[in-house]
T-cell receptor, first 107, second 114 residues
Framework: KNEVEQSPQNLTAQEGEFITINCSYSVGISALHWLQQHPGGGIVSLFM?????KKHGRLIATINIQEKHSSLHITASHPRDSAVYICAVVSNYQLIWGAGTKLIIKP | EAGVTQSPTHLIKTRGQQATLRCSPI?????VYWYQQALGLGLQFLLW???????NRGNFPPRFSGRQFPNYSSELNVNALELEDSALYLCASSSTGEDHQPQHFGDGTRLSIL
C-alpha cells in the first residue's frame, strides 16, 4: 500500500464545476504540499499545509491531521486549471509523493 | 513569460572543490528558494532569499551559502564539496515571501561529485 494515496486518478469536468481532489497518507508528517504540474513538466507549489485551511484565489486546501487526510478544492473551474495535481508529504525529512490526479476541464 | 532559469544544467566537480549554481527568477518575483533533491531523500529546503536578504535556512552545514543580487537573481555556493553533495539542485521563485504564494520551479542543476 502506498504511503500517500490520491483520488481520483483522473477527473474530467465541465467549466464552472466545483472540483475536489483527495489525499490520504499513512505516515506521520510535518507538512503537506499540493503541487500543480502543467503539460511540459513545470511544477508549481500551490500550498504547504501543516494544519487547518488555506485559500489562494479559487483554490482552497484543507488538512485534517487526526484523519490523515487533505483535500484540494477548485471553485468555478476553468480550462486553464487542466493539469496534474500532486500531493506530497514531508515525513522524516523526506518528501513522499502521491501519484497525482490528472484534471481536465472542458469548456 | 520566461520561467525560472538555472545554470549550468550539469556540473561535475571533485571532492574538496567549490561549486557555484545560478538561478534567474521569473520577472517580477522577489523571492528565490533553493532545494536539494538527493537520491532517495526527496526535496529538502536549503535557503530562502527575499529582497536581497536571507530569510530562512534549512538544516545544512555552513559550507552551503548563497546570495541574492539586486536584480533578484541568486547564486548557491557549495564549498569543500563532498560525495554526498551529488544531487539535483532546484531553484524556485515566487512573487512575495508569503508562504501561500505559488513557487515556480526551474529545471535544476545536476551536480555530480567524483
Amino acid at each position: 500500500k502506498n504511503e500517500v494515496e490520491q483520488s481520483p486518478q483522473n477527473l474530467t469536468a465541465q467549466e464552472g464545476e466545483f472540483i475536489t481532489i483527495n489525499c490520504s497518507y499513512s505516515v506521520g508528517i510535518s507538512a503537506l504540499h499540493w503541487l500543480q504540474q502543467h503539460p511540459g513538466g513545470g511544477i508549481v507549489s500551490l500550498f504547504m499545509l501543516s494544519s487547518g485551511k488555506k485559500k489562494h484565489g479559487r483554490l482552497i486546501a484543507t488538512i485534517n491531521i487526526q484523519e490523515k487526510h487533505s483535500s484540494l478544492h477548485i471553485t468555478a473551474s476553468h480550462p486553464r486549471d487542466s493539469a496534474v495535481y500532486i500531493c506530497a508529504v514531508v515525513s522524516n525529512y523526506q518528501l513522499i509523493w502521491g501519484a497525482g490526479t490528472k484534471l481536465i476541464i472542458k469548456p | 513569460e520566461a520561467g525560472v532559469t538555472q545554470s549550468p544544467t550539469h556540473l561535475i566537480k571533485t571532492r574538496g572543490q567549490q561549486a557555484t549554481l545560478r538561478c534567474s527568477p521569473i520577472s517580477g518575483h522577489t523571492s528565490v528558494y533553493w532545494y536539494q533533491q538527493a537520491l532517495g531523500l526527496g526535496l529538502q529546503f536549503l535557503l530562502w532569499y527575499d529582497e536581497g536578504e536571507e530569510r530562512n535556512r534549512g538544516n545544512f552545514p555552513p559550507r552551503f551559502s548563497g546570495r541574492q543580487f539586486p536584480n533578484y537573481s541568486s547564486e548557491l555556493n557549495v564549498n569543500a564539496l563532498e560525495l554526498e553533495d551529488s544531487a539535483l539542485y532546484l531553484c524556485a521563485s515566487s512573487s512575495t515571501g508569503e508562504d501561500h504564494q505559488p513557487q515556480h520551479f526551474g529545471d535544476g542543476t545536476r551536480l555530480s561529485i567524483l
